[in-house]
């Protein structure tokens, strides 16, 4: 079975999450992680999303976002009337109480957290009603396999997260081990490119910045 044609994934346009300052502030926030909405900045971002993604690759044959709120608000920007697919398979990871409680609540009710975090890595680590790297990485396995055998020779467009597109790229690029390069601060709206022959995806464009689109860069 031959990968989809074309597959554009673009990071959520700003949201309330984007706006916090501080884990603490997040975690007291009146709402969850996944419902934080889309500000009016966001909506400026999308419609201008629209328009670079619109001009460069028309109309696409599916539509995808996760779970969350600002994932599924930024697809209806970009790509309005059409009814996306949720996936959790897309969801962001999942860092478990360090994104529900304060730090202070975490190592007060987990008081060996740190050490076990430090002994373990990031990308293994498991914080208590949370998920590892690894459980990431299969989740983004699982769904390029869902890609390849329900969209092939298509366009596909996904709307994503920040930390979801870097274990991607990790995937595609097949780097070996356990780092996950997450040092680079990806835009929101962003746009990652992905172009399929054959059997094969390959990764043309990794988080350009909608307003600078059209240059390559892995």
């Known amino acids: ?34 419902a934080f909405p889309i500000t009016e900045r966001g909506k400026t971002q999308g419609a201008a999303v629209h328009k670079v993604v619109s001009s460069y690759y028309g ?31 897309l969801d962001e990871w999942d860092k478990g109480v360090w994104y529900q409680m ?21 990308y293994h680590y498991h914080a208590p009603g949370g998920e590892t790297g690894t459980d990431v990485e299969c989740r983004i ?22 930390r979801w597109l870097f274990f991607l790229q990790k995937i595609l690029l097949n780097h070996q081990g ?13 746009i990652t490119v992905l172009l399929g022959k054959g059997r094969t995806l390959t990764l043309e464009q990794f988080a350009i910045p909608y307003n600078n689109f059209g240059n390559t860069s892995i």
Do not use: W
């Open 59 to 89: 109309k696409f044959d599916h539509h995808f976002c996760s779970t969350y709120l600002r994932t599924r608000q930024s697809l209806a920007l970009v790509a309005p009337d059409v009814d996306p697919t949720e996936d959790a398979r």
């Open 102 to 122: 304060t730090e202070a609540e975490v190592l007060r009710r987990y008081s060996n957290e740190d050490r076990v975090q430090d002994k373990t890595g990031t």
């Open 141 to 162: 396995r699982s769904f390029l396999n869902h890609l390849q055998l329900n969209c092939s020779g298509e366009k596909v467009l996904i709307s994503c997260h920040g």
């Open 1 to 34: 079975m031959n990968q989809p044609a074309l597959v554009v994934l673009v990071r959520h346009m700003e949201s309330v999450g984007n706006t916090i300052k501080s884990g603490d502030e997040r975690a007291t926030h009146e709402l969850p992680i996944h």
């Open 178 to 190: 356990t780092t996950v390069t997450m040092d680079t601060y990806l835009e929101n709206g962003s």
